[in-house]
């Protein structure tokens, strides 16, 4: 009969001990810790919002020189080919 009684005692205080070690609210600390984590990752969205920009302006870019260049490839054939008809 002492033994199951001393189990369900030993249980109930693994129980309780458990619930004890648990906060339900955050230190002042950790909430600082989060709002400059949040803080943190806006400024790092942020940015990569900017350099997405930044990298679409630059391919925009590129698609407007690689159109000159072949403007002006195509120029130059058709005067190469003026030029050997004149000869």
């Known amino acids: ?3 199951p009684f001393a189990l369900i005692i030993i249980g109930c205080m693994m129980v309780i001990g458990s619930f004890v070690g648990c906060s339900s609210k955050p230190s002042n600390e950790e909430m600082q810790q989060l709002n400059d984590l949040k803080t943190e990752v806006t ?3 942020k940015g990569i919002a900017a ?3 930044e ?3 630059l391919l925009k ?3 407007e020189k690689d159109a000159q260049l072949a403007q002006c490839t195509k120029d130059k054939q058709a005067l ?3 030029l050997q008809g004149v000869k």
């Open 1 to 3: 009969m002492k033994k």
């Open 43 to 45: 400024s790092l969205e």
């Open 51 to 53: 350099r997405e920009s």
């Open 55 to 57: 990298k679409a302006d």
């Open 61 to 63: 870019s590129i698609a």
């Open 80 to 82: 190469q080919q003026r």
